[in-house]
């Protein structure tokens, strides 16, 4: 079964590779030095050899010499308990002339007299070790020919390769753990961080937003997603609290018409009265009903809009055409109050029709609304390399700086009551900005105290 848990994961895994590495690295070692000391077996056992050939020709000029004085050659082999000297008598039929050494009852592979002289051989002694073998022929200032064979018992180079070879074995357990110890410590080390991000995620709730992850001394990828958590915690604070300020301002907006039915309803209802007066009643409270269902269906509206999901009726859009069909629309309330609608301009660009249309009735309705009687409302279209644009202005008392950065936020009203009476609902700029935020563009307004106001709608080319 996989372990679950990262540290664990990644300690085992580094185990494992330094497993493989150990292993690697011994049997390298073990391969170097078992090299070298088969080198220097052969350099020894070769220097020897030169040593008894020098030793030979100084103070040992014929076979009967050798016989006689094997000392001057003892002299070469005592001292050193792994060499084994014995020299033949070349000729036919071999004839052994001495042995002196560690190994003297070894018995030595000799060669066939006339054959090939191996530099090197190689055999095992009676405990089983390697004994390495040169040979050598050699003629005596006597001009006999006698050949040499020196053996050299590698025990003690096998018994430092077992040595090395059981070290390593009782070792390598002890590394492993070590090392997969501290691949553990320094990965869970490493991870504390996302332990506080644990934390943090297991304390956040839609009602406490405003938690934010420590950033500063994080390694850098750590870092980048601590700055991704606390902007996306931001993001979400920012649109609880909006979602919480809509339905607070919503509670409002339904509480006063609601009220209003009741008490007329109440009131109404306390004593008997004229058929008359009933009909005014219902005819009040059916206005007041009209305006909470344009409340309720601008507000499903926005929501509509404001789905990630919405599908736009894309495609050309004539705005000036757009603009003119808007404006025969509210011809009759402009003419209630003498008032008069103008467009000016061209301009074309990509988008939703029948949105594009209520937007310019959005703002249509306002200027004529807020606009003085008898005066001319223009609509005007521009056309700039890089935008459309389409404003429509209207001349009036003006709107103060402080509320022109709330007038698109739902619900917001200069003049509150004002409003309320003349049957808006404060939803109208909210829409025409969900509709600009959709077709990427924006909206903006300028108002001059006492003299106009305009809005524009800025559409991307
Ligand atoms: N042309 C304008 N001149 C002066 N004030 C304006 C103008 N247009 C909008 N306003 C102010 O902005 C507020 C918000 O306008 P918005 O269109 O969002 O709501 P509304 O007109 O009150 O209601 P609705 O459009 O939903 O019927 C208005 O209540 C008004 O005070
Ligand atoms: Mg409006």
Not at 212 to 223: A, F, I, K, N, W
Request: charged share 20%; with cysteine; glycine share 6%.
């Amino acid at each position: 079964m996989k372990p679950t848990r990262l540290s664990m994961r990644l300690g085992l895994t580094v185990t494992a590779m330094s497993a493989v590495l150990v292993v690697v690295m011994a049997t390298f070692a073990y391969a170097t030095i078992s090299h070298q000391l088969e080198v220097r077996a052969q350099a020894g056992l070769s220097e020897k050899l030169g040593q008894i050939e020098h030793s030979l020709a100084e103070s040992l000029s014929s076979t009967a010499d050798i016989v006689l004085h094997p000392h001057n050659l003892r002299d070469q082999i005592i001292g050193h308990d792994n060499f084994t000297l014995t020299i033949l008598d070349a000729s036919v039929p071999r004839k052994r002339l001495m042995n002196l050494g560690s190994n003297e009852a070894l018995e030595l592979p000799v060669p066939d007299a006339g054959g090939p002289l191996h530099d090197f051989r190689r055999m095992k002694s009676g405990e089983g070790y390697e004994v390495l073998v040169a040979y050598k022929e050699v003629r005596l200032a006597s001009g006999q020919q006698i050949l040499i064979i020196l053996s050299l018992d590698r025990k003690s180079d096998v018994t430092l390769l077992n040595a090395f070879v059981k070290s390593t074995l009782i070792g390598l357990p002890f590394i492993l753990l070590l090392v997969g110890g501290c691949g553990w410590w320094v990965v869970h080390r490493g991870l504390r961080p996302l332990r506080a991000f644990r934390k943090i995620a297991e304390r956040v709730t839609a009602r406490d937003l405003s938690l934010r992850m420590q950033v500063t001394g994080l390694p850098d990828e750590l870092r980048d997603l601590a700055h991704a958590v606390n902007l996306m915690l931001h993001r979400l604070d920012g649109d609880v609290q909006q979602l919480a300020q809509f339905s607070d301002d919503l509670a409002h907006e339904l509480r006063s018409p609601l009220n209003n039915l009741m008490g007329k309803a109440q009131v109404t209802l306390s004593r008997d009265r004229p058929p008359q007066e009933y009909k005014q009643v219902l005819e009040s409270c059916t206005e007041e009903l009209e305006r909470l269902s344009l409340m309720v269906s601008q507000m499903l509206f926005l929501a509509s809009v404001n789905q990630p999901s919405i599908r736009l009726a894309f495609g050309p859009v004539d705005l000036y055409e757009e603009a003119r069909k808007v404006a025969d629309l509210f011809a009759s309330s402009a003419e209630e109050k003498a008032m008069l609608v103008q467009v000016h301009g061209r301009g074309r660009s990509q988008g939703d029709r029948l949105m594009i249309q209520r937007a310019i009735s959005n703002l249509l309705s306002n200027a004529i609304r807020h606009g003085t009687a008898g005066s001319t409302v223009t609509i005007t279209l521009n056309e700039q390399p890089d935008e459309v644009s389409l404003a429509v202005r209207n001349a009036g008392d003006g709107i103060e700086s402080e509320h022109l950065p709330r007038l698109f936020d739902r619900f917001y009203r200069v003049h509150p009551s004002r409003s309320r009476l003349q049957g808006g609902t404060g939803l109208g700029l909210a829409i025409v900005r969900s509709i600009m935020t959709l077709h990427r563009g924006r909206v903006t307004v300028e108002s001059e105290l006492g003299h106009s106001t305009a809005f524009t709608l800025h559409f991307p080319s």
